[in-house]
């Protein structure tokens, strides 16, 4: 095609084919002749298992949340209902014989994916946050970490630790509660995953909560703002050091309510922010002697 075409510009004959871009680009004028050339040449040949996955061009992409990406299901159960009695009984039977087929790493998979969906609803957290989150358990259920632990314990700390890792702003409690878990066997299993995983987390920031806690506290922008300029102060000062994050977020934004007087009770940020109305006074008078503020908190 290329041999008997020339350049509309210059009139040549003479082309460059890049092959990567599918693209025939004029020697002379460097004119991009044609943009969408089919490579007709052979595939690419594989002689072990790694380089036939590093070369294949074929199949769906790898979903981490899907046990076996590349399964067959037959049916569901809303096409077998619609079938009739002998057909039903026939689908029925084969669906139940293709799911011996799976194995039993896959069959704890697909129970642990089904509570990650579960979980990742109520907390309504970002499909990134909720893949990263299965990746985390297949690496922990290959490694053997959920031999002799709960399944759901496990899933529970994935999904914590991927919240951390894309600095979604989601307490240990928060988790907890949607997830049915316990708090400290959360806590054990969140660690035990950064342990055995050799997973890196930065500390938590307050400013991941202040937006947060001020949507539900429906606060106006002039407060967020000021107690966002309040918690920079203090990491100035460094005042920050050994602080639950959770707790000077939800101080600073009382500071400013009553700054701004943008009234909000103590129970009413203690209940949005998870935290107790004490540690919030205690939190409060602190930040007040430490950054010599007028207001007294009662």
Known sequence: MLAQEACPDCGHKHFFLNREKGEAICRNCSCVVEDSIVDLGRDSVAFDEESLESNTRTGAPFDPRIANNLSTTIGSQDDIRKLSGKSKAMVSRLRKKHSWANTSFEHSLNHAMDHLRMLSGKLDLPRAVEKEAAMIYRRAAEKGLTL?????????????????????????????????????????????????????????????????????????????????????????????????????????????????????????????????EATLRARCRRIAKQLKLKYKIR
């Open 148 to 276: 002799k632990r709960s399944k759901e314990d496990i899933m529970v700390g994935a999904v914590f630790v991927a919240c951390k890792l894309h600095s979604i702003p989601r307490s240990m409690k928060e988790i907890a509660r949607e997830g049915k878990a316990d708090l400290k066997i959360l806590g054990k299993t969140y660690k035990l995953l950064l342990r055995e995983l050799d997973i890196r987390i930065m500390p938590t920031s307050p400013h991941d909560y202040i937006s947060k806690f001020a949507n539900q506290l429906k606060l106006s922008p002039k407060t967020q703002t000021a107690s966002v300029k309040m918690v920079e102060k203090m990491q100035k000062q460094g005042l920050l050091s050994g602080l639950s994050p959770l707790s000077i977020a939800a101080s600073a934004l009382y500071i400013s309510c009553i700054t701004e007087k943008e009234r909000r009770t103590q129970k009413e940020v203690a209940s949005a922010t998870g935290i107790t």
